[in-house]
């Protein structure tokens, strides 16, 4: 399922449990898992997702903030960037930029 949150194409994943209540969640700042009751209709959760519409903003805003914190890394009062080169097996610094070793999700 498509849908449009802050002129950001967002794929919707819903995992069906035996839950009371409907959980929604952003994997990445492209991927939102609701995670609800079998018996819950697609076009219910859809009007749930349209009511909660600004709270899904401010949850994609922060996950897109989260994103943003990761690429930079803070060492003695100087901000690197993170650059991820796949060949390096030990982090360096490389003039204003941190390559470590492996990248994280």
């Known amino acids: 399922m498509q849908y449009e949150l802050n002129n950001t194409q967002i794929e919707i994943t819903i995992i069906r449990k035996n839950n009371k209540n409907l959980y929604m ?4 700042y ?5 995670t609800c009751n079998p018996f ?14 600004q709270s899904l903003t401010k949850m994609h805003l922060q996950k ?3 994103l943003e914190q990761n690429q930079h890394f803070n060492y ?3 901000s690197y960037q993170m650059k991820y080169d796949g060949i390096s097996k ?11 070793k492996t ?3």
């Open 40 to 53: 819950l209709k697609e076009k219910k959760i859809y009007q749930i997702i349209e009511k909660n519409y």
């Open 76 to 78: 003695l009062g100087k």
């Open 30 to 34: 492209k991927n939102l898992q609701i």
């Open 64 to 66: 897109l903030k989260e």
């Open 103 to 105: 990248k994280k999700h």
């Open 90 to 100: 030990q982090p360096f610094f490389e003039q204003i930029a941190l390559l470590p």
């Open 25 to 28: 969640r952003f994997l990445d």
